[in-house]
């Protein structure tokens, strides 16, 4: 089989054995509305995978800079094939083996954003909800620094009455 015919029927396949897996896997918390658990795993699952996507696009953006750096080293823009017929075998050879881990960053990357959509959409079928990536908010430095100087000044009134903590 051809790795395009392979990587299309991974792909093809790949939506339908996610879903498959998780309702597998969550069947009992989902049998007993234990949906607080699935939330919490799933959005866990998600941001693993956005992190992993994100990763992968990196590589996939030094193998593409790599590339364009090897063919301009020859004064011009020169692909895989041009350098094999121009006899450059060494630069053809290194860009042939970046063109191949090119292909698999990218079929990589494919079947990783197939895994995440079917995730979100499992996750919005089951919890009747859109996933919402979590982030963590920040007080705001004002906020803090009122907070702060109302602490300050309830402590200069009022310190004198808390006991001391070491006698």
Known sequence: MKTNDKHTNIQASKRDAVMTALAVEYKPEIDH???FNIEVDLGSSIARTDYRINSLQSK????????DKLSEQNGSRINTEK???QSLEVLGNQL?????????YNHSLEVLTIKRSALVDFYSKTLDKAYVPYSSKAKA?????A????ALKWLEQNGHKIDPVIA
């Open 60 to 67: 996939l953006d030094e193998v593409t800079r790599r590339k």
């Open 33 to 35: 509305d234990d949906l």
């Open 96 to 104: 042939q083996r970046l063109d191949d881990l090119e292909s698999k």
């Open 83 to 85: 350098a094999l017929m």
């Open 141 to 145: 430095p004002e906020k803090s620094a």
């Open 147 to 150: 907070q702060r100087q109302y």
